[in-house]
């Protein structure tokens, strides 16, 4: 039965220059998991992402930082910020 991958439109190749010692390594690490050398890069690269875009996208506080965060949030807005928010856009 096909995954959730090979449903997806595969058109699109990668080309990668890797040394010999590289190539090498990622074939017997493909090999001990039973997988193509495609399904073990694609798979590896897949899992740096999420992780990689995950780092980038997601803030994480201290207890004490998200508590200090929520309580400035919980606070009154200043009236300053009022006033502009008030304003009509200059868009409008």
Do not use: N
């Amino acid at each position: 039965m096909p995954t959730t991958l090979e449903k997806h439109d595969k058109r699109y190749r990668m080309d990668l220059r890797l040394t010999q010692p590289q190539r090498a390594s990622y074939e017997q690490a493909a090999s001990l998991r039973g997988q193509t050398l495609t399904q073990w890069a694609t798979a590896h690269l897949d899992e740096s992402a999420r992780r990689d875009i995950a780092e980038a996208t997601t803030t994480f506080l201290s207890p004490d930082a998200f508590d200090a965060f929520c309580e400035i949030l919980e606070s009154p807005v200043p009236e300053a910020v009022q006033e502009l928010l008030s304003r009509k856009a200059i868009w409008e």
